[in-house]
């Protein structure tokens, strides 16, 4: 297999809610889950269709099956991880395994960024928001209405609608290089009414 070009954003990018489905588990909480189908899709996108998985192992213990399987992306990498699916007296052996395969598949994707938005929030990287920008400005000595304004009409995509997120990671990758460039800073007040 030869190396690819990877699309990080669309390997790493959160699930669409369509996409996201739930399930009872212990307790009667509810989770959150991916099919293995929304998973290959967004393997093949980002991947161009270059990545591999093999099954390293698949054994019972007790009432489980569980199954070791390995995806390969050239140029990220092996992830490794194991699945795991509970014996329905209904169903047969082969669906059985057929389960924890699915699961150390979808689980071993993960290790790669795909629907690990499901797990809950990066607490060690937030999402550019308000409350950072604001401190931002304030460590770079700058109004933070003013600046997000200066931002917002020199770099966002004319007539090209932006979510949320986007325009924060547009402040985020830009606010130093505008401040850099408009010599704002000295100024300082609270009016970011236009902010998200």
């Known amino acids: 297999m030869e190396d690819c070009k990877v699309d990080l954003d669309i390997l790493t990018a959160p699930m669409p809610k369509e996409a996201v489905k739930q399930r009872v588990i212990g307790g009667g909480m509810k989770a959150d889950y991916v099919d293995l189908a929304t998973v290959v899709r967004r393997l093949n996108r980002a991947t161009g269709n270059n990545w591999s998985n093999t099954i390293d192992k698949v054994w019972m213990e007790g009432n489980k099956s569980l199954a070791l399987v390995t995806i390969t992306i050239p140029g990220l990498g092996s992830r490794s991880h194991i699945g795991v699916q509970a014996v329905d007296a209904k169903a047969g052996e082969d669906a059985v395994a057929k389960g924890a395969i699915s699961d150390a598949i979808k689980k071993a994707a993960t290790l790669f960024g795909v629907a690990l938005d499901l797990y809950g929030e990066d607490t060690e990287n937030p999402p550019y928001n308000r409350d950072r920008f604001d401190a931002d400005c304030k460590k770079l000595n700058v ?54």
Do not use: C, H
């Not at 770099?155 to 460039?181: C, D, H, I, N, R």
């Open 143 to 196: 109004n933070p209405g003013e600046t997000w304004r200066g931002i917002r009409d020199k770099f966002a995509p004319k007539g090209a609608p932006m979510t949320e997120q986007q325009m924060w990671e547009l402040m985020e990758s830009k606010l130093e290089e505008y401040v850099s460039a408009t010599g704002a800073g000295g100024k300082q007040d609270a009016d970011t009414s236009d902010a998200g």
